[in-house]
T-cell receptor
Framework: EVQLLESGGGLAQPGGSLRLSCSGSGFSFGTYAIAWLRQAPGKGLEWVSV????????HYVDSVRGRFTISRDNSRNMVYLEMNGLRVDETAVYYC???????????RGQGTAVTVSS | DVRMNQSPSALSASIGDRVTITCRASQSIHIYVAWYQQKPGKPPKLLINRASILESGAPSRFSGSGSGTEFTLTISSLQADDSATYYC?????????FGQGTRVDIK
């Protein structure tokens, strides 16, 4: 069974940092691009970032570029999202998802909650 | 960035009704649109890929159509279990962007 498990969420102060992790199992992890998306309380979905299968190609939504860094360790079936300079409006549930080959994201995890507050 | 204008923002329909949700893209994105269903407290579930390909396990009453800038999700015969919020996503151009969502309620 394909599974993705997010972790690392919690409380951060404005301007602070958190590192989210996404662990994959049940599929050939190293052959899939992995993405992060988020959902603020009561709001819609927002795509945040994606990393290619080898880790070379990365893309970000404009609002996080320069503050967030996506990376992966295929030997551990892990993808990370390093978040710096966090803002209050980035309080959200963060989901990781695998990108189907040349296609859309398939969300399999339950998400990890990030709260940015003083 | 490509903007996805999704309509309506909410609708209420009866069991058995045909329901249509539309997304209009600010520029052509060919067929690179997906549709998701999300229920409260749950992650979004992929229903439709590449505008019209029904994902494995998704009920056949769901269908997608469109290309270029206009896309449609249709529920042919609304069921109680379809009460949810639906989102379109364009992944033809970075940054990928979602529509604002459509809440579907059962009358």
């Amino acid at each position: 069974e394909v599974q993705l498990l997010e972790s690392g969420g919690g409380l951060a102060q404005p301007g602070g940092s958190l590192r989210l992790s996404c662990s994959g199992s049940g599929f050939s992890f190293g052959t899939y691009a992995i993405a992060w998306l988020r959902q603020a309380p009561g709001k819609g979905l927002e795509w945040v970032s994606v990393i290619g299968s080898s880790g070379v190609d990365t893309h970000y939504v404009d609002s996080v570029r320069g503050r967030f860094t996506i990376s992966r360790d295929n030997s551990r079936n892990m993808v990370y999202l390093e978040m710096n300079g966090l803002r209050v409006d980035e309080t959200a549930v963060y989901y990781c998802a695998r990108r189907l080959p040349e296609d859309a994201m398939d969300v399999r995890g339950q998400g990890t909650a990030v709260t940015v507050s003083s | 960035d490509v903007r996805m204008n999704q309509s309506p923002s909410a609708l209420s329909a009866s069991i058995g009704d045909r329901v249509t949700i539309t997304c209009r893209a600010s520029q052509s994105i060919h067929i690179y649109v997906a549709w998701y269903q999300q229920k409260p407290g749950k992650p979004p579930k992929l229903l439709i890929n590449r505008a019209s390909i029904l994902e494995s396990g998704a009920p056949s009453r769901f269908s997608g159509s469109g290309s270029g800038t206009e896309f449609t999700l249709t529920i042919s015969s609304l069921q109680a279990d379809d009460s949810a919020t639906y989102y379109c996503l364009q992944y033809g151009e970075y940054s990928w962007t979602f529509g604002q969502g459509t809440r579907v309620d059962i009358k």
